[in-house]
Every structure is written in structure tokens, then in C-alpha cells.
């Protein structure tokens, strides 16, 4: 079943990415701006078959009439298969840099965690299967095109990957707020670094924390004692960048 990506950042991205394979560019009829225009030119470019549709049309495609006047359709998300995304770093021959998460349900923080993750240069973000949100239009839609250069892989066994990351020489740490977790600022980051975030709600599960190398805690100075699981994820992100120069 194809899926239907709509914003016009988010389709251009996706037109010009080395992501999804589109399969067809849908434009509101009667709408007419540069940036649809633009994005026409391209898909013409691109010999993609291209159709015009009443915006109720694509407001039911959608979901809803946020799409502003445009939808990619593409083929089904594949995610990357975890022994490739290993030996694509080896082969590399640079520090490992990845991003595990343990239950991010949201599609909102999903998508800003896979924008950040590109941005700070990760190698691949791995998702648990079974406690994760899967990638939807709004996850890509948020991530803005990062999904078209960073690979996402999806695992049965979240603490068993973290298992054979240790064991290919990749230090792990999870990110929790509470005793035991060393200051994230004060921590050695350098070299071949794994990150582990967990939900929104209850952060990492008691296994997955067993499993990590040591726990994290950004130092905290308002009244409130946690951030957001895409922020949290954003700062600890940048802190391996800082350090890894």
C-alpha cells in the first residue's frame, strides 16, 4: 500500500532525495502559485506522472486540508536492515554515531528526532518494532526530508541491538534524569557512541537501562524536571558533535 506525503518543503525534498521511490505528484486543480508550479516543473523533470485533483480529493488523502495544494505519492517505507547499516559504517572507517529509541510513539517527535539525527550527522536512527510509531506522512512531514539521507531500522529486539553494538565496539548510553546518571557535559563522548532514548511518558524500560554501558542526565535548572523525548534527544545529539569536533 503506497503512502501519501503532503507539504510542499516536504515533497520537494522527497522529489530531490535519494529516499522513497514517487510514484505520482497529485496538485489541487484551479490552485496555481510558484511553489506548485515549481514543484510541477520538477516532476516533469523527473518524467513523474503528474495529476490534478479537486482539493476535497486530496483533503481525503490526506487526512486532512493542511496538505497545502500538493500530495507525493510513494511507494511503501522500507526500512534499512541493521547488519547493512553496520557494515556501512565500518566500511566508512570513521567513529560509529547512532540513535536507538525505545518507545517514541509520537509521530511529532518522531519526525523531529529523525531531523535532528540527520542533521547532527548519525549514521542511523534504530527504532524498537513493537513500541514505536511508524513512519507516517506527519512523521515525515516533521522530519522534513531527513528520511531521504538518514537510515531508519526497525528491530525485534531493542536490547539485544544494543548487545551487538557493545560487541562491534560502540559505547552505549542511555538518556535518563534520574540518581546514578552522570551529567551529560561531564561525559566522555568521543569515538564510537550509541544514544538511547526512551518514551515520552515513562522514559527507558528497566531492560533496555540494564543493557546501556551507563545513563545520561542533562543538568536541569527550572522547575520542571524533563524535557521533551525530541529535545532531550536534539541537546544529547549536539553534545557527541561538540565533543567529537
Keep these: ?16 532525495g535519494s ?17 506548485l508550479e515549481d514543484l510541477h516543473a520538477l516532476a516533469q523533470k523527473l518524467r513523474l506522472k503528474t495529476v490534478f485533483r479537486e482539493r476535497r480529493e486530496l483533503d481525503r488523502l490526506a487526512g486532512h486540508n493542511h496538505h497545502q495544494g500538493v500530495l507525493l505519492k510513494l511507494e511503501p ?9 553496520l ?37 542511523g536512527v534504530i527504532v524498537a518494532k513493537d513500541r514505536s510509531c511508524s513512519v507516517t506522512p506527519v512523521v515525515e512531514k ?9 537510515p ?17 565496539g560502540v559505547w ?13 557535559y561531564e561525559s566522555d563522548l568521543r569515538g564510537n557512541i550509541a544514544l538511547v532514548v526512551g518514551s515520552e511518558g515513562k522514559g527507558l524500560r528497566e531492560n ?21 523525548a525530541s529535545v532531550a534527544a536534539a541537546v544529547s545529539l549536539f553534545e557527541v558533535v561538540r565533543q567529537n569536533g
Design 1 to 16: 500500500m503506497a503512502d501519501y506525503l503532503y507539504g510542499v518543503n516536504p515533497v520537494k525534498e522527497a522529489l530531490t
Design 19 to 35: 529516499g522513497r521511490k514517487p510514484l505520482e505528484l497529485l496538485l489541487a486543480k484551479g490552485e496555481r502559485s510558484a511553489r
Design 77 to 85: 517505507f522500507k526500512y534499512a536492515d541493521l547488519g547493512v547499516l
Design 87 to 123: 557494515e556501512r559504517w565500518q566500511s566508512r572507517g570513521d567513529s560509529a554515531f547512532f540513535l536507538l529509541l525505545d518507545g517514541i510513539t509520537d509521530p511529532h517527535n518522531l519526525g523531529a528526532i529523525l531531523r535532528s539525527a540527520e542533521v547532527a550527522g548519525c549514521h
Design 142 to 150: 516533521t522530519a522534513a526530508g531527513a528520511l531521504s539521507y538518514l
Design 152 to 168: 531508519l531500522c526497525q528491530v525485534t529486539n531493542l536490547a539485544r541491538t544494543i548487545d551487538e553494538l557493545k560487541q562491534a
Design 172 to 184: 552505549c548510553y542511555g538518556l535518563a534524569g534520574e540518581e546514578g546518571s552522570k551529567n551529560l
Design 208 to 228: 533496555i537501562r540494564k543493557h546501556c554501558d551507563g545513563l545520561l542526565a542533562i543538568p536541569m535548572r527550572g522547575q520542571v524536571n524533563s524535557l521533551n
